[in-house]
Nanobody, 119 residues
Framework: QVRLVESGGGLVQAGGSLSVSCAAS????????MGWYRQAPGKQRELVAT???????NYADSVKGRFTISRDNAKNTVYLQMNSLKPEDTAVYYC?????????????WGQGTQVTVSS
């Protein structure tokens, strides 16, 4: 079993900063990808950023240069630092982990945390 526990989120003014974190517990295998997705009301859930066990990162174009994803492998924790926030960043942010066991990928989700950016 894998459990993802998120912390952070909240209300921030446009131009401000906010950080969220997600701690994973359970059987996270060596090859894995941790990341953040977000979903605004009435919109499809979208990828925000991912980071592999080796530290390779990938960002949505809309957040490049503003958001930074990082991880602590010893703690199986992933972080998302969000700077220069815009009202369009308002969404529920979900932690996600994909881990490879043999030939099969297993995927897990956190409960989501609300990020609201006021103008």
């Amino acid at each position: 079993q894998v459990r993802l526990v998120e912390s952070g989120g909240g209300l921030v003014q446009a131009g401000g900063s906010l950080s969220v974190s997600c701690a994973a517990s359970g059987n996270i295998f060596r090859i894995n990808i941790m990341g953040w997705y977000r979903q605004a009301p009435g919109k499809q859930r979208e990828l925000v950023a991912t980071i592999t066990n080796g530290g390779d990162t990938n960002y949505a174009d809309s957040v490049k240069g503003r958001f930074t994803i990082s991880r602590d492998n010893a703690k199986n924790t992933v972080y998302l630092q969000m700077n220069s926030l815009k009202p369009e960043d308002t969404a529920v942010y979900y932690c996600n982990t994909k881990t490879l066991r043999g030939p099969t990928w297993y995927e897990y989700w956190g409960q989501g945390t609300q990020v609201t950016v006021s103008s």
